[in-house]
């Protein structure tokens, strides 16, 4: 998976880009990731890393601050795929998911903001509004969840430690319907 944002016009002067990777596995749990980049702006030395040793249950960060190894638990995400686990589990089931930016893991609680309907290019869409956080940083994410295309986000607000606010809203939606084939025997 890959989350971009770019500025542009005068806006382009000040803001750096931000580009966040996932890349991992789909198992029977959902979403496992094995390397996350949270890029944001052109230095390399500023990305955060994570791969993610899940044989030994250990995540290897890697950040301006330095690298570091720590420990993870099974159902590790990292804030990219966060965002698309609830398309495996159930968004209000299990409200605390251990996650990574990069430089840490730690514990991220979410709230229950509300169910509501969001008028979209593409036709109004009901969804559950949903707000992790991390008590003590100003950091935190918003998704709005679409009940009936298996909670996709569709609406996303990003706030970065520094009070940047991002804002991205869904302007089309497909999906389509996956067969699974029983090998013969």
Do not use: C
């Not at 542009?8 to 580009?19: D, H, I, T």
């Not at 390399?44 to 638990?73: P, R």
């Not at 609406?155 to 430690?161: D, G, H, L, V, Y």
């Amino acid at each position: 998976m890959k989350w971009e944002v770019n500025a542009s016009g005068v806006l382009a002067l000040f803001y750096p880009n931000l580009v966040q990777t996932s890349q991992g596995m789909v198992t029977e749990r959902g979403l496992r990731p094995e390397r996350y980049v949270y890029q944001f702006g052109d230095k390399a030395s500023k990305a955060n890393i994570a791969e993610f040793d899940w044989s030994n249950l250990k995540a290897h960060l890697q950040s301006s601050k330095g690298e570091k190894t720590v420990d993870i638990n099974e159902s590790t995400q990292d804030f990219l795929s966060f965002m698309y686990q609830f398309m495996f589990e159930l968004p209000l089931n299990d409200m605390r998911v251990n996650m990574t930016n990069g430089k840490k893991v730690a514990d991220y609680e979410y709230i229950f903001e509300g169910e509501d309907t969001l008028e979209l290019n593409f036709g109004n869409i009901k969804v559950l509004h949903i707000k992790h956080f991390k008590a003590g940083t100003d950091e935190k994410s918003e998704l709005w969840l679409a009940k009936d295309y298996h909670f996709l986000p569709v609406k996303i607000r990003k706030t970065e430690e520094n009070g940047t606010v991002i804002e991205q809203i869904a302007t089309s939606l497909k999906t389509e319907t996956f067969i699974k084939e029983t090998p013969l025997p």
